[in-house]
């Protein structure tokens, strides 16, 4: 039995299965509620149930009040539903969220072109109304006889382009989809998906110039949100640094290119990490964090930060930009799991959405 | 409809505007703690409220807390619960608490209730506000709870003076007052941080699922009413890290030097916990080892490698530390036996059972260095030589434990390590590295520290003979020395119907108690 839980004030609707908790299935779903010990001794995870009902399983009665199960209040750590839910949570309301509701959709694929020895980028066509999505979000493809554990895409091209995505797909090394879509997947397949889902957007509010630090197949998303930003007239300064291995592997150049040459606020920087040293390539040498604070003269303190890509990248990445004095309210990311991502090391709790 | 504002905005229009600007002192005078430390605070309206509750949920939720445990309190004391403990032995981990622990509990609402005043920034007050008032709810709660046991059992009635003045105490109570006579913000650093957040798992553990083990339902409420407040407190410690890391780059070198002091610091004090937690109790649940690998090595090295992205290491010394987890129990708990006849608590010999378990929890070095010591104590004991030290300990001047550890990370771990300085033409002497550091970071503020044995060779403890001094210290005699033959002993027995020629029930014990 599976329940839909709204949560409050951010609109975020989730799924939650019967017996699982709200915590469990909020985190799942990438939405962060604050927690602390996960097994009802210590209310760091209260939440006010207002519409539903939830059974509190084992919520010590010293965190969890008689009075305050009278006002309605859950630990979310421990309560698993019994209805439908709306919940009132901790979270920050974002302003600049725009809240699409999730629906399955059905896509052609009109075009794959190869982009790199390693990546492909596959354009999906969709019928009707299209796909109405924000900048940064993504979409859980479901490939055929993988269907139980969709692969997450972001998407690539503008939110303005409704009727047609884009994905960028890097193959992993034994990964089981990502072979089937480089190898198997042809030009006029159907092929079904659901989104869009992410926290990952522009603080389009936020005055501040905005830096994209992105990797590999992690151009997908701050590609399609500078494009957006362009097309609306963007005048804050952006600084894209985008990281690949070679010049092979770099793609996507003469767009971004073009885009600087066409805007004096956007900065372009290409950096590779083991192009051969006679190649004739003139631009930046390293990781992306090492272009990141030699641009920066390891100063980021006033800047708003957008990483997107392979985890050991972003992690790299959050240490800069932390030395550089720029911290966790001023930085977003969207991390590149795949399902070796689970043996990561353990989290502390130091962070909340890093 | 207006929208409604999320909890944080609703939360700040509540607790923000309490801080008013002054204007007839500047603000620096209004707050004249502030700035001292060297600590920079540039912007407080980036502090982020660790949690958000009112003062008036507060004492809602307090006032429900207190009503819960009080029943059980009632219950325990109407039900006679004590005569169900699996053993009377364990009563002396709570003897430790009520005298070791209790006093600090006070002594971090006196701190906190300065850091109220003393902050600046309105979110960081009302915390700290809000903690003083746990704290002190704390230290009456846990003398409410223990009082029970105050009628049944010896050592447990005068805590707060002994606190001020017994030697095994001052272990305890020298950290807090170093850490209660330094600025505000290392006040923060060592108790929310370095105590609360590192540490508060190694202390509470073993002493709540002792009490669970021992069906001490009192004791197990209390800890899981003070459980709930603790969360509050450790997300505290955790949020202020991480705001003066990230107020200014200059704060970072200062917090590493607290980090590292507190550390070794409130380690030291924990040193009396392992012997409780692999002695006293009469069937522990994890070794002193095992916790500090749990609660230290594994969630202090997550949280450490997220703070080094700031330019924050581990404490230093945290490997010694580790190290020592092989010895520091026996080594403490030895020297404990030493020095039972001073004591207001039982020490004992550690029967076979027991040793069996130290030896499978601590394959390195119980039976090499520790199991032929006890075996030796016991064979002097049986043949009426019972060993004990006649003399006084050597104390470290830093954190006042007897000088009984030894040079584990130099691999000579039959060494006693001893360390000294010269300051101002004396000498002063140090348990370790962690210590001398301390001492040399600050020798004028040690040097003050009131260290109970040099005390008692001046003259300052009511006498030179042991009995003027344990007088002195509000001890009675039967409070200490070896639990077989004790009081506490015979009056459990007698409790039970195993005659043993004294009290002959519980009631009148207790009577007999009150009346002495
Ligand atoms: C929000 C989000 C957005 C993303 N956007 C993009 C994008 O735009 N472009 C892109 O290229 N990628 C993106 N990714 C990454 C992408 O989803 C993965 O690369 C993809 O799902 C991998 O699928 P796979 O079947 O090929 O490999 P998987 O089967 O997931 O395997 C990946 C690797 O893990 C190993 N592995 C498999 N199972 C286990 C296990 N149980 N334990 C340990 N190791 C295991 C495999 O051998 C392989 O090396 C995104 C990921 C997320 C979370
Ligand atoms: S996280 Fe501690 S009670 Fe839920
Ligand atoms: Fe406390
Ligand atoms: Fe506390
Ligand atoms: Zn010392």
Redesign the pocket.
Same mark, same amino acid.
């Given at each position: 039995m599976t329940y839909e839980i709204t949560i409050d004030p951010t609109g975020d609707t989730i799924e939650v299965e019967a017996g699982q908790t709200l915590l469990d299935a909020a985190l799942r779903a990438g939405i962060y509620l604050p927690h602390a010990c996960g097994h009802g001794l210590c209310g760091s995870c209260k939440v006010t149930v207002l519409e539903g009902e939830v059974l509190h399983g084992d919520a010590s009665p010293f965190a969890l009040m008689d009075i305050e199960r009278e006002e309605g209040k859950c630990l979310a750590c421990c309560a698993t539903p019994l209805s439908d839910l709306t919940i009132e949570a901790d979270v920050e309301e974002e302003p600049d969220a725009h809240n699409h509701p999730v629906r399955d959709f059905v896509g052609v694929v009109s075009k794959i072109d190869t982009l790199t020895p390693r990546?492909k980028s596959i354009f999906l066509a969709i019928e009707h109304d299209g796909i109405d999505f924000q900048a940064g979000h993504?979409i859980n493809l479901l490939?055929p006889g993988?269907e139980d554990t969709p692969?997450?895409?972001?998407i690539?091209s503008p939110p303005s382009e409704r009727n047609l995505i884009e994905?960028?797909?890097?193959?992993?090394?034994?990964? =089981?989809? /990502? /072979?089937w879509l480089h190898n198997e997947l042809k030009i006029g397949d159907e092929i079904r998906f659901s989104g869009p889902?992410?926290r990952f957007f522009v603080r389009e509010s936020a005055p501040e110039p905005m830096i994209f630090l992105a990797g590999?197949?992690?151009l997908?998303?701050p590609k399609s949100m500078i494009l957006e930003l362009f097309e609306h007239g963007e005048t804050r300064s952006i600084t894209f640094i985008y990281g690949a291995r070679n010049q092979a592997e770099l793609y996507y150049r003469e767009l971004f290119e073009e885009l600087a040459a066409e805007h004096p606020n956007f900065t372009y920087l290409p950096v590779l990490s083991s192009e051969p040293a006679d190649s004739g390539w003139e631009g930046l040498r390293g990781f992306v964090h090492e272009a990141a604070r030699e641009h920066f003269g390891g100063k980021f303190a006033g800047h708003k930060a957008y990483m997107c890509g392979p985890p050991p990248m972003i992690d790299a990445c959050i240490t800069t930009l932390i030395q550089g004095r720029l911290f966790e309210r001023d930085m977003y990311m969207?991390?590149?799991? /795949?399902?070796?991502s =689970?043996?990561a090391a353990p989290k502390s709790p130091l962070f909340k959405s890093i | 409809m207006a929208k409604k504002l999320n909890m944080r905005k609703r939360y700040e229009l509540l607790t923000r505007g309490l801080g008013w600007e002054p204007t007839y002192q500047s603000k620096e005078k209004v707050f004249s703690n502030e700035s001292y430390e060297g600590i920079k605070i540039t912007d407080w309206s980036k502090w982020e409220d660790p949690f958000r509750l009112t003062i008036d949920a507060y004492w809602k939720y307090q006032a429900e807390k207190d009503k819960k445990l009080y029943a059980v309190m009632d219950s325990f004391a109407q039900n006679n619960a004590h005569l169900n403990l699996a053993d009377a032995t364990y009563v002396n981990a709570l003897k430790l608490f009520i005298q070791g622990v209790t006093p600090l509990e006070y002594q971090a609402h006196r701190g906190f209730a300065r850091l109220a005043r003393q902050f600046s920034g309105e979110g960081a007050q009302i915390a700290c506000q809000m903690q003083s008032l746990d704290e002190l709810r704390h230290t009456q709660t846990q003398i409410h709870t223990i009082s029970h046991y105050n009628k049944h059992f010896n050592g447990m009635h005068d805590p707060f003076h002994m606190h001020d003045r017994v030697w095994y105490l001052s272990v305890p109570k020298s950290y807090f007052d170093d850490a209660k006579s330094a600025g505000p913000f290392e006040f923060i650093t060592s108790v929310s941080f370095a105590f609360e957040y590192l540490l508060t798992n190694l202390l509470f553990v073993p002493f709540m699922s002792g009490a669970a083990f021992n069906g001490d339902m009192a004791t197990v409420t209390f800890g899981f009413s003070a459980q709930s407040d603790e969360s509050r407190h450790m997300t505290l410690g955790l949020e202020l890290i991480k705001f003066l890391l990230e107020q200014h780059e200059d704060n970072i070198p200062i917090v590493q030097g607290w980090i590292d002091k507190h550390f070794w610091r409130a380690y030291r004090v924990l040193a009396l916990v392992s012997a409780m937690q692999d002695y006293m109790l009469p069937e522990s649940p994890m070794s002193w080892k095992e916790a500090w690998e749990i609660y230290f090595v594994e969630n202090a090295g997550a949280l450490f490698n997220d703070l080094a992205r700031y330019g924050l290491r581990m404490p230093k010394y945290h490997e010694q530390a580790t190290a020592e987890a092989e010895h520091l129990s026996h080594q403490v708990w030895g020297t404990l036996y030493n020095y039972a006849h001073a004591a207001s608590m039982h020490f004992w010999l550690p029967d076979e059972k027991k040793m069996d378990w130290l030896s499978e929890k601590y394959p390195n070095t119980f039976d090499k260095y520790y199991r032929p010591r006890y075996e030796m104590w016991a064979q002097m004991a049986k043949e009426g030589k019972r060993f004990q030290n006649g003399g006084l300990p050597q104390l470290c001047q830093v954190c006042q434990v007897p000088m009984l550890f030894t040079e584990v990370s130099k691999d000579d771990p039959m060494q006693i390590s001893y360390r000294s300085s010269e300051f101002n033409g004396e000498k002063f002497h140090t348990c370790s590295d962690g210590c001398k550091d301390i001492f040399d970071h600050e020798p004028e503020k040690y040097v003050h520290a009131w260290l109970p044995v040099h005390q008692i060779f001046q003259g300052n403890c009511g006498g030179a003979a042991i009995p003027d001094i344990l007088n002195w210290y509000h001890f009675k005699p039967e409070d200490g020395g070896d639990y077989a033959g004790s009081a506490d002993e015979t009056r459990w027995k007698a409790m039970h119907g195993e005659t043993t020629g004294a009290a002959s029930s519980d009631t009148e014990s207790a009577e007999e108690k009150a009346a002495a």
């Open positions: 990546i993504y490939i993988m692969r997450a895409f972001s690539a994905l960028n797909v890097a193959l992993v090394d034994g990964g =089981k989809g /990502t /072979t889902y992410g590999g197949s992690g997908s998303s969207e991390n590149f799991y /795949t399902q070796a =689970k043996d | -």
